[in-house]
Every structure is written in structure tokens, then in C-alpha cells.
């Protein structure tokens, strides 16, 4: 599967962005899909998963009361939601793909990963 995230920007603290990711290939649908984000000088970390039926989710706690993950299995699109953005929110977000099932939150269990869009967000 190949993947494309865009939706990326600079938005004032409290304000929201959405941020899909576009795949390619016909078994999108059987991928656990997740947004990742780093920011300089730190390790790249899960901000939210989705199984591949959307049954289950994921969110870390910095953002948990804040996003809201999706998908589309019938138009190969993954969303991240994010509202009420705050200055450290601030981060390279990469959509990624796992084969593992269940609730996957490790970085090394995705395999397949897109490009990475910027988020700024000012103060």
C-alpha cells in the first residue's frame, strides 16, 4: 500500500485542521491504519490508531479529547481530525499502515508509511 498525507499547515492555537491520507492498492481495507507526529528533537509518536473495520481506535493522550480518526475503506482514505490545536501540537504527521490486527500503537509495527505533511500551529 502507498500513502499520501496532505491537509497540513500553519493555524492559530485553537483553531483545527483535518488531515487525510490518500492509499493506493485494493487491500487498503485489511490494514490497522494510524497518524503518527514528530517534532524537532523528539521520537516520533502515535497520535491515533483505527483497526481496519473501525471497531477499534486509538488516541493518545495529549489529543484524546481533541481528534477524531476515520476511514474509508470503500474510497482508500484515512482522516485525522484535530481540533482545539495547541502550540505543541506542532509536528511532521505521517499516516502509516500495519498489518497487525488489534490495538497497535508501536511505530515499528507499521511498515508502510506515507510522506509526512507539516502542522504549525502558533501561539
Known amino acids: 500500500v502507498q500513502l499520501q498525507a496532505s491537509g497540513g499547515g500553519l493555524v492559530q492555537a485553537g483553531g483545527s485542521l483535518r488531515l487525510p491520507c490518500a492509499a493506493s492498492?485494493?487491500?487498503?481495507?485489511?490494514?490497522?491504519m494510524g497518524w503518527f507526529r514528530q517534532a524537532p528533537g523528539k521520537q516520533r509518536e502515535i497520535v491515533a490508531g483505527?483497526?481496519?473495520?473501525?471497531?477499534?481506535?486509538y488516541y493518545h493522550a495529549s489529543v484524546k479529547s481533541r481528534a477524531t480518526i476515520s476511514r474509508d475503506n470503500a474510497n482508500n482514505t484515512l482522516d485525522l481530525q484535530l481540533n482545539s490545536l495547541k502550540p505543541e501540537d506542532t509536528a511532521v504527521y505521517y499516516c502509516?499502515?500495519?498489518?497487525?490486527?488489534?490495538?497497535?500503537?508501536?511505530?515499528?509495527?507499521?511498515?508502510?508509511w506515507g510522506q509526512g505533511t507539516q502542522v504549525t500551529v502558533s501561539s
Open positions: 492498492g485494493r487491500t487498503f481495507s485489511t490494514y490497522t
Open positions: 502509516a499502515a500495519s498489518r497487525n490486527s488489534g490495538y497497535v500503537r508501536g511505530q515499528f509495527e507499521f511498515g508502510y
Open positions: 483505527i483497526s481496519w473495520d473501525s471497531t477499534l481506535k
